[in-house]
C-alpha cells in the first residue's frame, strides 16, 4: 500500500485487518494456483507426476480456499469494530499475536502437504500430516491452534462489543461468532461409524458455511452499503435479523440434503432440498431494498448542495453488487437445481456439485470479501471518493467472467456424467469410465482449465490494483 493514513481511534484494529487482508489475498493466489495445478493433471494426467500429487494439488486449493477467507473475515471484523463501536478494538495487542500464530500454523501446514504429502496409516498421520478428511484435512495440532486464535477473536469481539457501542451489526457478529466456534469444533472429533462420523463432518462442511458463514457476509453486507452510499442502518440491519432467524433455521434443515447419502433417512432429502434454497434470499433482498431507496436519490442533494447518491468507493460497490448476483445464482439457483431429491439422485456426486461450489463460493464469500480489502485500501490511503482504475475493471471482468466460465465447463461435464454414468449406464464402474472419456466431457474439462487461466490472470489485475490504487490522481481525497 502507498501509504497510511490511519490514525486515531481504531488505527491499531485497523492495522491488524490489513495484515489479516494481505495474507488472505496471498492464500487467494495460492488456492487459485494450485487449482490450476490438479486442473492441468485432469486433462494431464503425467503433469508433476511423482512430484505433487492430484489428491495434494486439491486438497491445498480447496482448503487455502477456506483458511483465505476465514483471514478475510477476520480481518474484515477487526476493520469494522471501531467504526461500529466507537472504540479501539479490546485486547488488540493479543490479536496482533495470535495473528502471528495462525499465520505460523498455515504456512507449516502448507509446507507439511507439499513436500510429505503422505505418511503412516496410524495417529502420527492424523496428528502431523492430515487427518484424511476431505476439506478439513488439517492435522490435529492445526485443528487447536484454530480454535485457540478462533477464541482469542471472538473474546476481542466481545469485550469491545461490550464495552463500545453495540449496534446491530455488531450484535449479530457477536451472536453469529458463538455457532462459528462452535460448529468448527463439531468436526474435531472421530467415530468409529461411518455415518456418524459423516453427520457431524456435514455440520462443518456445510452447516459452518450455510449458516455462520452466510450471516457473517449479512453483516458485512450491511456495514458496507451504509459505509459506500449511506444507506438507512435500520433497513440493512432489519434484513439482516431476518437473514439470521432464516439461515439458522433453513440452514439446518437445508443441510439434509446430504443425509441420505450418509445412510439417515430418506425424508432428509426432501427437507434439505426446499429449505436449502430459501438461504440467499434475505441478503438478495436487503440489495434490493436498499439500492431501490438509493436510486431514489439519485440527482437529490442536501443542504450544502452535495449529491445524495455518490459511491464514495466504485471498486468496492462493484464487488458488493456482484455478490448479491453471485449469492443468488450459485448458492441459489445452482444449488436448487441438483438438489431436489428426483434430480439428486443422478447428479449427487458429479461435476454439478463441483459448479455449484465454485460459483457459490466465489459468488457469497469471495465477492464481498474483496469489496472489503477494497474498503480498507481506501481507508488507508486517506483516499475520499475510490474511482474504477484499469487494473480494477479487468480483474473483476476476468475473475467474475473465469467463475462463471469454470461453472458452465463444470455443468457441461456434469450434463454428460449424468446422461451417461448414471441415465444410460445405471451408476456402474463402466458407466464412470464412459462418462469421463465422453468427448463433451473432455471439452468441458479443457474449457474448465482455459476458464481458470482468466481467473489467475485477473488475480493477477486485482493484487497489482490493491498494491497500487492508493498511488492514482484519480481520487478525490
Known amino acids: 500500500m502507498a501509504s497510511n493514513h490511519l490514525t486515531g481511534i481504531g488505527s491499531e484494529s485497523k492495522q491488524l485487518a490489513t495484515w489479516y487482508f494481505t495474507f488472505a489475498a496471498i492464500l487467494f493466489g495460492a488456492q487459485l494456483l494450485f487449482g490450476l495445478v490438479a486442473a492441468i493433471q485432469y486433462v494431464m494426467p503425467g503433469f508433476l507426476f511423482e512430484i505433487l500429487d492430484f489428491s495434494v494439488a486439491r486438497m491445498i486449493h480447496i482448503n487455502a480456499l477456506v483458511v483465505?477467507?476465514?483471514?478475510?473475515?477476520?480481518?474484515?471484523?477487526?476493520w469494522l469494530l471501531p467504526d461500529e463501536t466507537?472504540?479501539?478494538?479490546?485486547?488488540?495487542?493479543?490479536?496482533?499475536?495470535?495473528y502471528w500464530v495462525f499465520v505460523a500454523a498455515?504456512?507449516?501446514?502448507?509446507?507439511?502437504?507439499?513436500?510429505?504429502?503422505?505418511?503412516?496409516?496410524?495417529?502420527?498421520?492424523?496428528?502431523?500430516?492430515?487427518?484424511?478428511?476431505?476439506?478439513i484435512e488439517a492435522p490435529r495440532w492445526a485443528d487447536f491452534g484454530i480454535v485457540v486464535v478462533a477464541l482469542g477473536f471472538v473474546a476481542n469481539l466481545f469485550m469491545t462489543g461490550m464495552k463500545g457501542k453495540r449496534s446491530g451489526i455488531v450484535t449479530v457478529l457477536m451472536a453469529d461468532m458463538i455457532a462459528f466456534a462452535g460448529l468448527y469444533?463439531?468436526?474435531?472429533?472421530?467415530?468409529?461409524?461411518?455415518t456418524v462420523d459423516q453427520y457431524w463432518w456435514w455440520w462443518v462442511i456445510h452447516l459452518w458455511v450455510e449458516a455462520t458463514w452466510e450471516v457473517y457476509v449479512g453483516a458485512l453486507a450491511a456495514y458496507g452499503l451504509?459505509?459506500?452510499?449511506?444507506?438507512?442502518?435500520?433497513?440493512?440491519?432489519?434484513?439482516?435479523?431476518?437473514?439470521?432467524?432464516?439461515?439458522?433455521?433453513?440452514?439446518?434443515?437445508?443441510?439434509?440434503h446430504h443425509y441420505?447419502?450418509?445412510?439417515?433417512?430418506?425424508?432428509?432429502?426432501?427437507?434439505?432440498?426446499?429449505?436449502?434454497?430459501?438461504?440467499?434470499?434475505?441478503?438478495?433482498?436487503?440489495?434490493?431494498?436498499?439500492?431501490?431507496?438509493?436510486?431514489?436519490?439519485?440527482?437529490?442533494q442536501d443542504a450544502t448542495g452535495q449529491k445524495l447518491s455518490?459511491?464514495?468507493?466504485?471498486?468496492?460497490?462493484?464487488w458488493f453488487v456482484l455478490n448479491a448476483f453471485g449469492n443468488f445464482l450459485g448458492a441459489g439457483i445452482w444449488g436448487f437445481f441438483h438438489t431436489l431429491p428426483q434430480v439428486n439422485l443422478?447428479?449427487?456426486?458429479?461435476?454439478?456439485?463441483?459448479?455449484?461450489?465454485?460459483?457459490?463460493?466465489?459468488?457469497?464469500?469471495?465477492?464481498?470479501?474483496?469489496?472489503?480489502?477494497y474498503i480498507a485500501v481506501q481507508g488507508v490511503n486517506g483516499i475520499k471518493v475510490m474511482k474504477s482504475t484499469r487494473s480494477s475493471v479487468w480483474a473483476t471482468w476476468m475473475i467474475a467472467g473465469g467463475v462463471m466460465g469454470m461453472t458452465v465447463a463444470l455443468t457441461i461435464a456434469g450434463y454428460v456424467q449424468v446422461l451417461v454414468s448414471r441415465a444410460q449406464m445405471g451408476a456402474t464402474w463402466a458407466g464412470y469410465f464412459d462418462g469421463q472419456s465422453g468427448l463433451w466431457f473432455a471439452q468441458a474439462m479443457d474449457w474448465r482449465l482455459i476458464m481458470g487461466v482468466v481467473t489467475f490472470t485477473g488475480f493477477l489485475f486485482l493484487a497489482k490494483d490493491l498494491l497500487s490504487i492508493g498511488k492514482s490522481p484519480i481520487h478525490e481525497r
Open 68 to 78: 483465505w477467507m476465514v483471514f478475510a473475515m477476520f480481518g474484515a471484523v477487526y
Open 86 to 98: 466507537g472504540i479501539e478494538t479490546i485486547g488488540i495487542k493479543v490479536g496482533k499475536l495470535l
Open 106 to 135: 498455515i504456512v507449516v501446514v502448507v509446507l507439511v502437504y507439499i513436500f510429505v504429502q503422505v505418511g503412516p496409516a496410524d495417529e502420527t498421520s492424523i496428528w502431523f500430516i492430515h487427518e484424511g478428511r476431505e476439506y
Open 185 to 194: 469444533l463439531t468436526g474435531m472429533f472421530f467415530t468409529d461409524n461411518i
Open 226 to 256: 451504509i459505509t459506500m452510499i449511506g444507506a438507512h442502518r435500520k433497513v440493512v440491519e432489519m434484513w439482516l435479523w431476518i437473514e439470521v432467524a432464516m439461515l439458522f433455521g433453513s440452514g439446518i434443515l437445508g443441510m439434509g
Open 260 to 300: 441420505f447419502w450418509i445412510g439417515t433417512p430418506e425424508y432428509w432429502w426432501e427437507i434439505g432440498a426446499l429449505f436449502s434454497a430459501l438461504e440467499p434470499l434475505p441478503l438478495v433482498a436487503m440489495f434490493i431494498h436498499v439500492l431501490y431507496d438509493w436510486g431514489k436519490t439519485q440527482g437529490a
Open 310 to 318: 455518490v459511491i464514495n468507493n466504485k471498486p468496492a460497490f462493484t
Open 346 to 373: 443422478y447428479t449427487h456426486g458429479t461435476q454439478f456439485t463441483s459448479a455449484h461450489g465454485h460459483l457459490a463460493f466465489f459468488g457469497a464469500y469471495a465477492t464481498i470479501l474483496i469489496g472489503m480489502m
